[in-house]
């Protein structure tokens, strides 16, 4: 049985700009609650870039050496990142300021294939087809799918908020401008594999669909230093050769979404219309050419929904 069936729809608002000194504020916040974490390197996420205060992937709270390794001044630390996090949105105009994530689990949790969404032949030795993460935590994880629109933008405000997010490329898409996704990586944004030409995989053979699959993850590891262990299938649609075929070139799971957010409206999977601790939550690389939108108006809209139920935007490697 195949995963989500809708296709995603496609389809940019002046940013309201804080005084100079405001932002000039923001980032001697950030670098203060930053202190020494530019210098502890891979923060334990998988990601060999120095990930600090302000961008994704970096936890506000995590521990840092020396003296700011004390309970107290971790403390502190995300009291001042967070106070960053409230200047930053104000300057891109959200609604209130995003909820800090907790600290990422010590031991990510056991995920196994959603109930309806198994294929002919399935067993444990396949990656783990889900829409939702099992954790209490009142998070939620954002990701952007293709990479059509490469907003700079979006990077300068993800970075600012220190919001997390991953990124399922497809290389059709990107191959025009790869530096850009390279400095969303530096920012701490993982790029993972959504195949080399986005197509429909049930309506591939065997070889078409391993073409599509693990070609692109030998050119996200050329282009960007690092083989994807999350691959997504286009539309959401996959059967038994998809996931051998993406066991077979290094995938471990394969995360669908529970929501998917558009600049001014949210669609659910579940009938309950409502966010759950650990529901994925889908978007896409798109702007004003595709929808009534730009990115950043995207991350308005999405930011509003999930603090306003109190969530936080959590990284999803983090628990996968």
């Known amino acids: 049985m195949t995963g989500g069936r809708q296709r995603a729809r496609r389809g940019r608002s002046h940013l309201r700009r804080r005084p100079g000194h405001a932002v000039l504020a923001a980032l001697l916040v950030v670098a203060a609650a930053s202190g020494c974490a530019a210098e502890a390197g891979d923060t334990g996420t998988g990601q060999g870039a120095k990930l600090q205060a302000g961008q994704p992937g970096a936890p506000a709270d995590a521990p840092a050496a020396g003296a700011l390794g004390t309970r107290a001044a971790q403390a502190e630390r995300a009291k001042l990142a967070q106070a960053a996090r409230a200047v930053a949105a104000k300057k891109w105009g959200l609604a209130s300021t995003p909820l800090a994530p907790p600290a990422p689990p010590a031991v990510k949790p ?109 050119i996200i590891e050329k282009q960007f230093g690092k083989r994807p262990r999350l691959f997504r299938p286009p539309y959401g649609n996959y059967n038994t050769d998809t996931l051998k075929i993406a066991k077979s070139c290094g995938i471990t799971a394969v995360p669908l979404w529970a929501e998917e957010a558009f600049p001014d409206h949210m669609e659910w999977r579940e009938e309950d219309l409502d966010l759950h601790p650990g529901d994925i939550i889908l978007t896409h690389f798109r702007g004003k050419k595709d929808w009534k939108g730009s990115m950043p108006d995207l991350i308005r809209s999405v930011m509003k929904t999930v603090t306003d139920k109190g969530y936080a935007v959590a990284r999803l490697e983090d628990y996968v």
């Open 110 to 218: 056991h995920i196994t294939t959603r109930k309806g969404f198994e294929v002919e032949g399935q067993d444990d030795s396949l990656p783990p087809v889900f829409t939702t993460v099992p954790t209490k935590d009142k998070v939620v994880f954002l990701t952007m799918d293709d990479g059509d629109d490469k907003d700079p933008e979006l990077l300068k405000m993800m970075s600012e908020l220190n919001i997390p997010y991953s990124a399922f490329l497809s290389d059709y898409l990107v191959r025009d401008n790869y530096t850009y996704f390279k400095d969303a990586e530096a920012r701490g944004v993982t790029l993972n594999n959504h195949t080399l030409n986005h197509r429909y995989m049930p309506g591939l053979s065997y070889e078409e669909q391993k073409r599509e699959i693990c070609d692109q993850q030998d």
